[in-house]
């Protein structure tokens, strides 16, 4: 069906035709390189994969493939995509795309609330135990310029994430910490310098639970 022309033989985004596709605006554009499923913008599960091709792109060269192939080959075709993969697909790379399959959760183990004084958050550190809920709820005490001040920790921030919270509107998100790890978490909310606030930033600290199937023992 032609994807090898621009996606290339091996899925790499080197075919023939891949360093001559442009854009609606004229712009340079390249081939998606299956081997890499973070650059897949609308998602690496199979049904995602399977619309991406049906649908196409508007304003690529992405082209629709509706009406070509039938359900069944669509399906056949998106796992095969999947093979081109150079990593095997670890659990983050699914979960960042997750947004739709978000697990309902109940009561959270930790409570915290965070605030914000002259850029700095208050608590800097944040702990807790692989596994356990955390909510967190968010009060600065200054509005950031007007926008607010934001919290994302890094390698969490699809499920962890708060945007424009002001004085007097705290928000809260809750989360699960599934990842053991020492992270960063930082204002996601950009202010009128159109930086985000660099110096807000603060530790978050997921100690590992060792599981009986994991022990030596
Ligand atoms: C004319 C060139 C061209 C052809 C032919 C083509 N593609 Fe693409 N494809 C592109 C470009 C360009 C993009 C990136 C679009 C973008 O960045 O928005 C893309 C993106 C994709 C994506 C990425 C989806 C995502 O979420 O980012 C998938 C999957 C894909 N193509 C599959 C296929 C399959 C399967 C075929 C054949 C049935 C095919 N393509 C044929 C040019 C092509």
């Not at 990593?87 to 795309?97: F, G, I, L």
């Not at 914000?116 to 009060?139: C, D, H, L, M, N």
Request: glycine share 10%; with cysteine; net charge neutral.
């Amino acid at each position: 069906m032609s994807c090898a022309s621009c996606h290339g033989e091996r899925g790499l985004g080197d075919g023939p035709s891949a360093y001559s596709l442009v854009d609606e605006s004229n712009q340079k554009i390249p081939a998606r390189d299956f081997s890499k499923p973070s650059g897949f913008k609308a998602g690496y599960a199979t049904k995602e994969i399977v619309r991406a091709f049906l649908t196409g792109f508007n304003g690529t060269p992405m082209p629709s493939f509706d009406g070509n192939i039938s359900k069944d080959e669509a399906w056949k075709l998106a796992y095969y995509v999947e093979t081109l993969v150079k990593d095997p697909v670890v659990p983050v790379a699914r979960e960042s795309q997750g947004f739709a399959i978000r697990e309902q959760l109940g009561e959270p183990d930790i409570r915290i609330k965070l605030t914000e004084k002259a850029w700095r958050y208050i608590p800097s550190e944040i702990r807790a135990k692989k596994g356990q809920i955390i909510e967190v709820t968010f009060e600065p005490t200054d509005n950031g310029l007007g926008a607010g001040h934001g919290f994302a920790i890094s390698s969490y921030d699809e499920v962890a994430f708060i945007n424009g919270a002001m004085v007097g509107v705290p928000k809260a998100v809750k989360f699960r910490a599934n990842r053991a790890g020492k992270f960063i978490f930082y204002c996601s909310t950009q202010c009128s310098t159109d930086k985000l606030h660099p110096l807000m930033n603060g530790t978050f600290i997921v100690e590992d639970v060792p599981t009986k199937t994991a022990s030596l023992e």
